[in-house]
């Protein structure tokens, strides 16, 4: 499933760039994170607790960055599996200046199976969508309390 | 015999347990030490196996036993292959659990044994499975294109068989042929969601060395048969018992599911009951399919609507495994021509693994598919030609002069397709009749000059019933007069226990309600194959009565000398023996199964065995052939796609018919299920093989809300191959639900141009097809 959309922040590209790569901030911001262990470089275990759906699940996987080009692109990739099944997901993430602010444009490919994917695949869109804006709307706070 | 209770409407003898809750069904099996599994599940389509870690779970405490694959030794291999066919090269049947590669989602990896389910469920979550996923085959024509992914890699392709049955010169009948039409039709995937999932129950006893598993099943002696083998057990000390089962519709016949296997061993294993119980959610996966294939078919017809030739091509979904072989796909190559004159005919079809849940019957097995492809061509043909749909119907129906006929086919028995009777005129006139479609053109237009849309369907078909191979049946008359019917062919809700009682009971003198009858249970009748294909009433249903038959005869001629008068003047009724014309002079059947097994004194020289008891087999030459007419008014909302039945007519023959209100519930269950298969339940899969509708939230059973009231007719044509006179009638209600709806709904899209060429539809893709009609009204 396919995901993608923009949000434009209040700060300029540099700070989002280095708010977005701090694992506090990742850590503070992601939904339903539970544990973010750096293994390596850009590299991360990752423990999520997250409702789609009637399905609440608890997924533990690998997160990546690659294709790092500061400050304006990287590419995510996730990997994750638990009781109610798997999810494994691809992204970019864009930013460019705008004004005194910047705007971040990101894209994804989810794939989900198991469980989540019988019972939660109607409603991960939404979910999807929601937790991403939640992600955005706390990374925003960030920005703007100067953290 | 007489006939009191053969034909009569009385209520059934198993409904007072059931509608107080006093059923006994797997799950209501408690046992004392009873332990409890849960299975891991495959979460990928198709995935390489790296390695299973169970010391998680095995540590935690409650947990008895996990098993993986690497534990089950001998047992590991894959499962009987069962019906082999030549044309079946590739017969692949799954391991109780997946060793190096899983191949569909919901494939059993692990069985996890506690002492509560919840414990096991829990421990399943900590089974760390190292999955290397790969990309999978989510349909039947992905899996048949070159270079898609293989199911099974080591056969080097996605089919597994090829078929072709053929009658008549049909090339020649298509090359002289004024009229040509072709079409493809796609009928999806379906679940038969018995109310009952599956469930196993098995206690080993290590002194006595006596298995018991109770088992949700359709099939219980061949299930104990198995058994037997794989664990080096006599059969007379393994019982299976199918109790009250809550549905089967085919998907429980399966000798074996994993968990048959899996379930006795483990209790086997650990000396404790182990219970299983499929929750509804592996029952959507775990549970064998069916209805997916695609068919390239094309009719040939003359300037009067005659057929002249049918040649269909179609792909046949088989799951990831064909452990049923090519039941399905030949009875929808064998159902299609149905109870029109066919001239010649080829269908030529490919069983094709994908990576989805294993395919076998289904409550119509096919026949709905090739009954949907037949009617649908033969609308075509009346609207190509301008001919009125019933009237080319009417034009192409065999006639009643002609049984028996042979259709020129080779059906799922092996047997030639012959028909042995029928009156399929008589049935197409009632149904149209009972709809009243004389009327129907004005009504049509009276509808629509008020805005609405609404459409008539009227489609016919054959079904293939009681095959053989046999059935059997012990009937004993206890010293009390009760009559004590046993025999193998269990019982899913079809009212056994009523229809072979009311066979007995006329032979007997007796009521039904004297008829205790016994069903499934391998201790109390060890011979018989099972309950499918719409065929226990007739082979088992003739087996009682020739059983009691016998016992009749035995009490006469106990009767006889007791009451010191010939045999010939021996009269049973009432629950007694009287003399001809001298009703004092009488002794109950208690007494007489009482006299017919002495204490002391030697037996005359004709004595053929204790008791009034009475064993008999009955194994019919081939199979009965049912057949009945479906006609419904449906109203289509064109904004929202939905639809309102107006009226839904089964005009239905099946033979004798042993008891209205049994066959008019086994036709309302089916027509429920045709309509799911027509308009609600879809089976979705993502492109990956991941199956999205695995609740009720999703996979939509039509409810009391969207089934209409139904209006039955029986027209009795009897059988002549059996001695009741009776055909099957397990699979009538739902065959012809697909084809008649479609063509009601594109009657009533007619201003729109929409044509319907798939089951099931939905209203969302009713609202697409109007959109691709591209008329406006």
């Known amino acids: 499933?396919?995901?993608?959309?923009?949000?434009?922040?209040?700060?300029?590209?540099?700070?989002?760039?280095?708010?977005?790569?701090?694992?506090?901030?990742?850590?503070?911001?992601?939904?339903?994170?539970?544990?973010?262990?750096?293994?390596?470089?850009?590299?991360?275990?990752?423990?999520?607790?997250?409702?789609?759906?009637?399905?609440?699940?608890?997924?533990?996987?690998?997160?990546?960055?690659?294709?790092?080009q500061p400050p304006r692109h990287y590419r995510i990739a996730l990997e994750g599996s638990g009781g109610a099944g798997f999810m494994k997901g691809e992204g970019s993430v864009d930013l460019e200046p705008q004004g005194n602010g910047t705007l971040l444009r990101w894209s994804g490919d989810v794939q989900v199976g198991g469980l989540i994917a019988g019972v939660g695949q109607r409603m991960l869109g939404g979910v999807g969508k929601m937790l991403i804006g939640q992600f955005f709307k706390c990374l925003e706070q960030r920005l703007g309390s100067g953290t | 015999m007489g006939t009191r209770y053969v034909g009569a409407r009385i209520a059934r003898n198993e409904d007072p347990a059931l509608l107080r809750g006093r059923g006994l069904f797997v799950d209501d099996?408690?046992?004392?030490?009873?332990?409890?599994?849960?299975?891991?599940?495959?979460?990928?389509?198709?995935?390489?196996?790296?390695?299973?870690?169970?010391?998680?779970?095995?540590?935690?405490?409650?947990?008895?036993?996990?098993y993986t694959h690497a534990d089950l030794g001998r047992l590991g291999a894959p499962l009987p292959k069962l019906i082999p066919h030549p044309s079946l090269i590739h017969h692949k049947t799954q391991c109780p659990l997946a060793s190096d590669a899983v191949r569909y989602v919901g494939e059993p990896v692990a069985l996890v044994v506690a002492e509560s389910r919840y414990l096991a469920e829990d421990?399943?979550?900590?089974?760390?499975?190292?999955?290397?996923?790969?990309?999978?085959?989510?349909?039947?024509?992905?899996?048949?294109?070159?270079?898609?992914?293989?199911?099974?890699?080591?056969?080097?392709?996605?089919?597994?068989?090829?078929?072709?049955?053929?009658?008549?010169?049909?090339?020649?009948?298509?090359?002289?042929?004024?009229?040509?039409?072709?079409?493809?039709?796609?009928?999806?995937?379906?679940?038969?969601?018995?109310m009952e999932t599956r469930g196993v129950v098995a206690p080993w006893d290590a002194r006595t060395g006596l298995l018991e598993v109770w088992d949700s099943t359709q099939a219980p002696i061949p299930i104990r048969n198995g058994l037997a083998a794989m664990f080096g057990l006599l059969q007379h000390n393994v019982r299976v018992v199918a109790p009250d089962v809550g549905g089967g519709f085919g998907a429980k016949i399966m000798m074996f599911y994993p968990e048959e296997v899996l379930v006795p061993w483990a209790a086997m294993r650990l000396g404790r009951p182990v219970k299983w119980i499929e929750d509804r959610r592996e029952s959507m996966v775990a549970m064998n399919q069916e209805r997916e294939q695609i068919h390239d078919a094309e009719i040939a017809a003359d300037g009067d609507g005659r057929i002249l030739g049918v040649r269909t091509v179609f792909l046949y979904d088989s799951g990831a495994y064909i452990p049923y072989g090519l039941i399905v796909p030949i009875v929808a190559s064998t159902t299609l021509p149905g109870p029109y004159r066919v001239p010649s005919y080829r269908c030529e079809f490919a069983a094709v693994f994908t990576n989805k849940t294993t395919v076998s019957p289904y409550r119509g097995a096919g026949r709905p598919h090739g009954v949907f492809v037949m009617e649908r061509l033969l609308d075509r043909v009346a609207r190509e030609l301008g001919l009125d749909r019933a009237e080319v119907r009417r034009?192409?129906?065999?006639?009643?002069?002609?049984?028996?006929?042979?259709?020129g086919l080779i059906y799922q028995d092996n047997a030639p397709l012959r028909y042995d009777s029928g009156n399929y005129p008589l049935c197409l006139e009632r149904a149209l009749d009972l709809i009243d479609y004389a009327a129907w053109p004005a009504r049509k237009q009276?509808?629509?000059?008020?805005?609405?849309?609404?459409?008539c369907g009227v489609a016919c078909y054959v079904e293939g019933t009681g095959i053989g191979p046999y059935e059997g049946c012990r009937i004993t008359v206890e010293p009390s007069g009760k009559v004590v019917v046993a025999t193998g062919v269990g019982t899913q809700g079809q009212g056994h226990m009523t229809s072979l009682a009311q066979i007995a009971a006329d032979a007997l003198g007796v009521t039904p309600r004297d008829v205790s009858v016994h069903t499934g249970d391998t201790a109390l009748f060890n011979w018989g194959t099972g309950t499918f294909a719409s065929r226990a009433a007739t082979v088992a249903g003739n087996a009682v009565a020739l059983a009691a038959q016998a016992v009749r005869e035995r009490a006469r001629r106990v009767a006889a000398t007791l009451l010191e008068a010939p045999v010939e003047e021996i009269e049973l009724a009432g629950g007694k023996a009287s003399v001809r014309g001298v009703p004092a002079r009488a002794v109950s059947l208690g007494e007489l199964a009482v006299a017919a097994n002495p204490l002391r004194f030697a037996m005359p020289a004709d004595w053929d065995g204790p008791g009034l008891e009475a064993v008999r087999y009955f194994t019919p030459p081939q199979g009965a052939f049912s057949n009945g007419v479906h006609a419904c008014i449906v109203e289509v909302d064109p904004e929202t796609g939905m639809l309102s039945f107006h009226r839904y007519v089964v005009v239905h023959d099946c033979g004798r018919v042993i008891n209205p209100t049994i066959l008019e519930g086994q036709i309302h269950g089916g027509v429920a299920q045709g309509l799911g298969g027509a308009f609600w339940e879809k089976l979705a899969y993502d492109e990956q093989a991941q199956p999205l509708s695995t609740t009720f939230m999703d996979y939509l059973l039509p409810t009391a809300a969207e089934v209409p009231a139904l209006e039955v007719a029986h027209v009795e044509t009897p059988s002549p191959l059996n001695p009741l006179g009776i055909k099957g009638a397990g699979e009538a209600g739902v065959i012809p639900v697909a084809a008649a709806v479609a063509q009601a709904i594109e009657d009533a899209l007619e201003p729109f141009g929409a044509h319907i060429a798939e089951a099931p539809l939905s209203p969302s893709r009713l609202r697409q097809l109007i959109a691709e009609g591209r008329r406006t009204p």
């Open chain 1, 1 to 68: 499933m396919k995901l993608d959309g923009t949000n434009t922040l209040a700060a300029p590209i540099e700070t989002v760039w280095t708010t977005l790569n701090d694992p506090e901030a990742l850590r503070r911001c992601t939904p339903g994170l539970q544990e973010l262990k750096e293994v390596g470089p850009d590299t991360y275990q990752a423990t999520l607790t997250i409702g789609i759906a009637a399905v609440k699940g608890t997924y533990s996987g690998t997160l990546r960055i690659t294709d790092k």
């Open chain 2, 29 to 66: 099996v408690r046992l004392p030490g009873m332990v409890h599994a849960a299975v891991l599940r495959s979460p990928h389509a198709r995935a390489r196996i790296h390695g299973v870690d169970t010391r998680r779970a095995r540590a935690v405490p409650g947990v008895l036993a996990v």
């Open chain 2, 123 to 194: 421990a399943c979550d900590l089974i760390e499975v190292a999955y290397e996923p790969l990309p999978a085959v989510a349909s039947v024509e992905e899996a048949v294109r070159p270079g898609s992914p293989l199911v099974h890699e080591d056969i080097g392709t996605n089919v597994c068989a090829r078929y072709t049955q053929q009658t008549g010169d049909v090339d020649d009948a298509f090359a002289r042929a004024p009229h040509r039409f072709r079409e493809r039709f796609v009928v999806d995937r379906g679940a038969a969601c018995p």
């Open chain 2, 395 to 407: 034009r192409n129906l065999i006639q009643p002069d002609q049984f028996p006929y042979d259709v």
């Open chain 2, 446 to 455: 009276a509808a629509r000059s008020e805005g609405r849309y609404v459409g």
